[in-house]
């Protein structure tokens, strides 16, 4: 069992940052690929970043290629997802997800096993 809590949503303007946590609990965090998802209103759940178990390789839609950055810790239990340009399209609720990897250099976008809570983003225009 995987316990994820994420931190760091807010309330921005459009053009600035946030910097999301997930904190994982377990030993074997290094065992698990990574994912952010979002949910805005009246939209479907997307995947907005992956990381493999590694760290090596990572995944984004075109939406937030090059404004988004995932990246895994696993000393720490932890996975970030920095978000620069925040847009107002951009307002959801981010959750992160874990993944049983026993692949190392793979990511995933779909079928992970863990679920944080959630963390609400909203930009300002």
């Known amino acids: 069992q995987v316990q994820l809590v994420e931190s760091g949503g807010g309330l921005v303007q459009a053009g600035g940052s946030l910097r999301l946590s997930c904190a994982a609990s377990?030993?074997?965090?290094?065992?698990?690929?990574m994912g952010w998802f979002r949910q805005g209103p009246g939209k479907e759940r997307e995947c907005v970043a992956a990381?493999?178990?590694?760290?090596?390789?990572?995944y984004y839609p075109e939406s937030v290629k090059g404004r988004f950055t995932i990246s895994k810790d696993n000393a720490k239990n932890t996975v970030y997802l920095q978000m620069n340009s925040l847009k107002p399209e951009d307002t959801a609720v981010y959750y992160c997800?874990?993944?049983?990897?026993?692949?190392?250099?793979?990511?995933?976008?779909?079928?992970?096993?863990?679920y944080g809570q959630g963390t609400q983003v909203t930009v300002s225009s």
């Open positions: 990381i493999s178990r590694s760290g090596g390789s990572t």
């Open positions: 997800a874990a993944k049983r990897a026993y692949i190392s250099g793979t990511y995933y976008i779909n079928q992970y096993d863990y």
């Open positions: 377990g030993r074997t965090f290094n065992n698990y690929a």
